[in-house]
């Protein structure tokens, strides 16, 4: 599914137009970005999942075609782990 259907299916099941829909979901992920650049950044959406951010150290890996090891810097991720009614339903 993209971007464009999720928008289209939100229209449908909310009656609304597809400019609020969008809107909507450009409101939301804004808002999970912003949370989670903020320094204790977790956010819990009950039954469907937790975003959090975490923390991978740097480390020494390998260049698939020479064998070279390189080195692969710190960085910061996004986990999401998925709620109790998501795992359910899938």
Same mark, same amino acid.
């Given at each position: 599914?993209?971007?464009? $259907?999720l928008? #289209?299916?939100?229209a449908? $099941?909310? !009656?609304?137009?597809?400019?609020?829909?969008?809107?909507a979901? =450009?409101s %939301?992920? =804004? !808002?999970? +970005? /912003?949370?989670?650049k903020? *320094? #204790? !950044? /977790?956010?819990?959406?009950?039954? %469907? !999942?937790t %975003?959090?951010k975490?923390?991978?150290?740097?480390?020494t890996?390998?260049?698939?075609?020479?064998?070279?090891?390189? *080195?692969?810097?710190?960085?910061?991720? +996004?986990k %999401? /782990?998925a709620?109790?009614?998501l *795992?359910?339903?899938?």
């Amino acid at each position: 599914m993209t971007k464009a $259907d999720l928008i #289209e299916a939100m229209a449908k $099941d909310a !009656g609304i137009t597809k400019v609020a829909a969008g809107a909507a979901l =450009d409101s %939301f992920v =804004d !808002g999970i +970005v /912003k949370t989670l650049k903020k *320094k #204790e !950044g /977790k956010i819990t959406l009950v039954g %469907f !999942g937790t %975003f959090s951010k975490g923390r991978r150290k740097a480390r020494t890996g390998r260049n698939p075609q020479t064998g070279a090891p390189i *080195k692969i810097k710190a960085s910061t991720v +996004v986990k %999401f /782990k998925a709620g109790k009614k998501l *795992k359910a339903s899938v």
